[in-house]
């Protein structure tokens, strides 16, 4: 039996990284039922019920708003972080054991506590966007007030949307949004550039994309799968003289590799960069 069973969860905001979660809950077993979905667009809430989730409006029902909140064992916060706070100051005073999941990037733990009048019973986490598909990866991080179980109540509920990886250290979240939080922007970006590639080369733009698209997803499995590291399935797969080779060596002499590393340092600072911006 799954301890998410008969826990009451509360999403406050529903937009794609709510029904993202969502879906993955329900696939998991989660009864609608238990869910509830806090949103002030009347088109989302009528999306969201009509899969048999309560809705409610926060700004024309507040109380009804609030009392969810109150009831709830979970209360998921996937609002965008410049109306975090504006948002949860309707609910913070009735918080009072429930588990805080917060999916906003760049607020602290420090800074969510703030914004809930020193609620601490908080995780943050770091999805991306293949939760939509149940093949995400989310970073987890707890704050000293969180216990084992409420620990394991926030990693069962990322859990349905993919991989879940706890991080110790709350500066280490800066790191999770580069390699996984932002990263699917440059696996498409690197699916796009071989599309042109192949079309260049001859293709046709769906045969290119087929082919390209196939080969990613390919190529990610047999790296799951595999008990060896991706460097040793490239050299395995990379003959000597042969065409694989040429490929190679033309990366490598364009420094692929470093700009790729570059492009996560980008990422890392400018993360860092919003988090700062948050506290001030």
């Known amino acids: 039996m799954s301890i998410l069973n008969n826990k009451k969860i509360i999403f406050i905001g529903g937009g794609n990284m709510a029904q993202a979660l969502i879906s993955g809950l329900l696939a998991r077993g989660v009864a609608a039922s238990c869910v509830t ?9 009528e999306q969201l019920t009509d899969k048999g989730l309560e809705s409610v409006d926060p700004v024309g029902d507040a109380d009804t708003a609030r009392a969810a909140v109150k009831s709830a064992h979970i209360v998921i ?28 990037a760049g607020l602290s733990t420090k800074n969510l506590t703030d914004m809930l009048q020193g609620y601490p019973t ?10 939509m598909i149940q093949m995400g ?56 550039s071989m599309i042109e590639g192949a079309v260049e080369l001859g293709l046709d733009r769906k045969q290119a994309a087929a082919l390209a698209m196939q080969t990613a997803l390919g190529a990610a499995q047999m790296s799951i799968a595999s ?5 040793q399935l490239r050299k395995k797969v990379t003959s000597p003289n042969g065409t694989t080779q040429a490929a190679i060596e033309s990366m490598q002499a364009n ?13 890392y600072e400018r993360s860092q960069a919003l988090s700062a911006e948050m506290d001030d």
């Open 37 to 45: 979905v806090s949103d002030p667009s009347a088109d989302i809430r």
């Open 77 to 104: 916060l996937a609002v965008k972080p410049q109306v975090m706070k504006a948002v949860v100051s309707g609910f913070a005073d009735v918080l009072n054991e429930q588990l805080v999941i917060s999916v906003a």
């Open 122 to 131: 908080i995780v943050r986490a770091m999805p991306n966007t293949p939760a």
């Open 137 to 192: 990866a989310t970073g987890l991080y707890a704050g000293s007030a969180v216990s084992d179980a409420q620990r394991q109540l926030a990693f069962e509920v990322m859990a349905a949307s993919g991989l879940v990886l706890w991080v110790e250290d709350e500066e280490h979240m800066h790191a999770v949004t580069a390699v996984s939080g932002s990263a699917p922007a440059y696996f498409f970006y690197f699916i796009e």
């Open 227 to 231: 008990d060896e590291t991706p460097e």
């Open 255 to 267: 420094h692929i590799g470093e700009h790729i590393q570059d492009a996560m340092r980008a990422c």
